[in-house]
């Protein structure tokens, strides 16, 4: 399936890459409940990474529906966004799933934008 996205035809490596995605969300939801699931995927500290992430899903997954109802083949700009979506997906994955671990989000921001994610220097005013 990857060759076959390195070749032009993103359909096959898309399409399992997301519906992929979906059943990790049903396993999960199995495994913890789906009020638990909900509960914990909507929390506000993953609010929005959830929501991108969903959304991504669902265009993705809408893309490729609509390619094979059309018959018609992917040319370079569907090829083009249903890999972006892709790389969406993964990026808010990892988003969410850094929400989990303390800190982790201040690290990343820190190592991809330099200088310190967080507020102040030393001192009660700020620092000086």
Known sequence: R???LIAGN???FVTTWTLGHILSLIGSTF???PQRQYTQMFHPSRF??????????FFTLFIVILCFVLNRPTGFIL???L???MVIQSMCIVWYTLSYIPFARDVVKTIV???SSGGGGGGVDGGD
């Open 10 to 12: 993103p359909l096959p």
């Open 2 to 4: 990857f060759g076959r």
């Open 113 to 115: 934008f330099g200088g």
């Open 31 to 33: 495994l913890i409940g």
């Open 48 to 57: 929005h990474a959830a929501i991108a992430y969903l959304i991504s899903m």
């Open 83 to 85: 890999v972006l979506l």
């Open 79 to 81: 090829g083009f966004l």
